[in-house]
């Protein structure tokens, strides 16, 4: 599998629970914060629903 670095780019204040949730399950704490992980179809799909909020780069 590919490895992304996703890094949050956007605060969460003022967002749904669902998208703090989503946030939280990535691994992401604080802007500018960035984690790398495998790139599954869980993580693409968790990916996609927080789009506006994080970059995407492939390692």
Known sequence: MAKIRITQIKS?????E???QTM???G???INHS???EATP???GMVRKV???IA???V
């Open 12 to 16: 969460i204040i003022d967002r749904s």
């Open 18 to 20: 669902r998208q703090k």
């Open 24 to 26: 939280k399950a990535l």
């Open 28 to 30: 992401l704490r604080k």
């Open 35 to 37: 984690v790398e992980v």
């Open 42 to 44: 869980a993580i693409i």
């Open 51 to 53: 789009n506006h909020l």
């Open 56 to 58: 995407i780069e492939e």
